[in-house]
């Protein structure tokens, strides 16, 4: 089993909708969770990053983290076409290296 | 700053050459990634780098591939021989970590690199 998994897609909404990203981890020592977007032929960037559970909102992202389920969430509200890109869920883990999952592709219908 | 500079963007070779991919992080970043991304596996860590020293390299897939990183404003990833099986984009990624809870790591524009 990855450590880090999530739904490849792709995810088509249309402009102005929420978006639900998600993701599920393997190892509940994890504690830090974070978001990149990465726009096509381009590297990844962090959109966000979380410490344990809860959640944290960023503007018109909100992450998410429930613990008890190893479940990672990204919602994006008031989607818009230049969100259109792949966003890789990642958790830190012991050794301190940044494990990706695949990425889900989202496309924003103007 | 211009952020991560990578180069070649992009490397078409025939199997059995070599390939050096070279990457210039941040200035003042102290970590240095090399990362391989494929639709079947995803981004994978290959090997980073502390203060131009090489900490962990298990994410090496075999002894074809070596890294270096010679001064704080430089490194390569060299495959030797290639096959086809490495095509790939190959990132580079910097970071300034001072603390976990701001672990962010600023990724350059890869390298796609065809073998063929």
């Known amino acids: 089993q990855k450590e880090v998994e999530q739904d490849p897609g792709p995810l088509s909404v249309p402009e102005g909708a929420i978006v639900s990203l998600n993701c599920t981890y393997s190892?509940?020592?994890?504690?830090?969770f974070m978001w990149y977007r990465q726009y096509s032929r381009k590297g990844p960037e962090l959109l966000m990053y979380?410490?344990?559970?809860g959640n944290k909102e960023d503007g018109r992202f909100t992450a998410q983290v429930d613990k008890s389920s190893k479940y990672i969430s990204l919602f994006i509200r008031d989607s818009q076409p230049s969100d259109s890109a792949t966003y890789l869920c990642?958790?830190?883990?012991?050794?301190?290296?940044?494990?990706f999952g695949k990425g889900t592709r989202l496309h924003i219908l103007p | 700053d211009a952020g991560v500079i990578q180069s070649p963007r992009h490397e078409v070779t025939e199997m059995g050459q070599e390939v050096t991919l070279r990457c210039k992080p941040i200035?003042?970043?102290?970590?240095l990634f090399w990362y391989r991304q494929t639709m079947m596996r995803g981004l994978e860590l290959l090997i980073y780098?502390?203060?131009?020293?090489?900490?962990?390299d298990s994410g090496m897939p075999e002894d074809r591939f070596s890294a270096k990183m010679p001064n704080a404003s430089f490194s390569t990833l060299k495959i030797q021989p290639s096959e086809p099986r490495d095509s790939a984009v190959y990132f580079c990624?910097?970071?300034?970590?001072?603390?976990?809870?701001?672990?962010?790591?600023?990724f350059g524009p890869g390298t796609r690199l065809t073998v063929t």
């Open positions: 190892n509940s020592a994890f504690q830090y």
């Open positions: 990624a910097s970071s300034f970590t001072y603390s976990l809870s701001t672990y962010e790591q600023y």
């Open positions: 200035s003042g970043h102290d970590y």
């Open positions: 780098f502390n203060n131009n020293v090489p900490i962990d």
């Open positions: 979380t410490y344990s559970s």
């Open positions: 990642a958790s830190l883990n012991r050794d301190d290296k940044i494990i």
